[in-house]
């Protein structure tokens, strides 16, 4: 969801597994705006293509596809983003608004987002439906990232795989080295220095 392609990498599947899952509150959905026709709507699978603005509570903005853009597309419902947004943006109209108001736990829980979203942090984000497409071919992100097929992923495969997203000639605001630790903070579940096929919690089969 935010920007950066590594940053998207982070998303996939691994954050939403560090949510807690008896915090308080509740996933809030405001309709800005809803157009008067509605030919496709938003579901499971789907690719959707957003504009988005994300703010703290406070207000404080830390993301917006609007400031620079650039839309962002991702697949719905297969944990591509965090749990508020595959859950506060099914059944959407293209050109329809919504204000998503998402408590920690749909979020990024206890552990937060880097430096850029503290730890149990509530988030706002207004969301704008650009396009639905047709869900993609299913890929196997665990097979790409393991380049030597050992069936376990170390620290420096998930580097490497995060450098290779990254768009050429684009500005590295945050560390790959930093990004893959948290990875496997949240991935590396018997803490032996790999991830393996069973931790992955991101898509590693080809009949997804």
């Known amino acids: 969801m935010l920007p950066r392609n590594f940053f998207a990498l982070f998303l996939l599947g691994c954050v939403t597994l560090v949510c807690t899952e008896d915090a308080e509150g509740e996933l809030k959905i405001e309709v800005l705006f809803k157009p008067e026709t509605c030919e496709k709507k938003s579901e499971s699978g789907a690719m959707l293509t957003m504009h988005y603005t994300g703010t703290l509570?406070?207000?404080?903005?830390f993301d917006s596809s609007v400031d620079r853009n650039q839309p962002f597309s991702f697949q719905l419902g297969v944990g591509h983003v965090i749990k508020g947004w595959d859950e506060g943006l099914t059944d959407m109209c293209v050109g329809e608004k919504r204000k998503l108001t998402i408590p920690p736990h749909l979020g990024y829980g206890d552990a937060g987002a880097?430096?850029?979203?503290?730890?149990?942090?509530t988030?706002?984000?207004?969301?704008?439906?650009?396009?639905?497409?047709?869900?993609?071919p299913a890929v196997?992100?665990?097979k790409d990232i393991d380049s030597d097929q050992n069936n376990l992923l170390s620290r420096e495969e998930v580097v490497e795989y995060i450098k290779k997203?990254?768009?050429?000639?684009e500005a590295?605001?945050?560390?790959?080295?930093?990004?893959?630790e948290e990875i496997f903070q949240h991935e590396d579940k018997d803490r032996?220095?790999?991830i393996s096929h069973d931790e992955f919690s991101g898509p590693k089969h080809d009949e997804l």
């Open 140 to 142: 196997n992100v665990f």
């Open 114 to 121: 880097g430096d850029i979203i503290p730890p149990g942090s």
């Open 57 to 61: 509570l406070d207000g404080k903005k």
């Open 192 to 194: 032996d220095g790999f």
């Open 172 to 180: 590295i605001d945050q560390d790959p080295d930093k990004i893959t």
């Open 123 to 136: 988030l706002v984000f207004e969301t704008e439906l650009i396009d639905v497409g047709d869900a993609p």
């Open 165 to 169: 997203q990254m768009p050429e000639g």
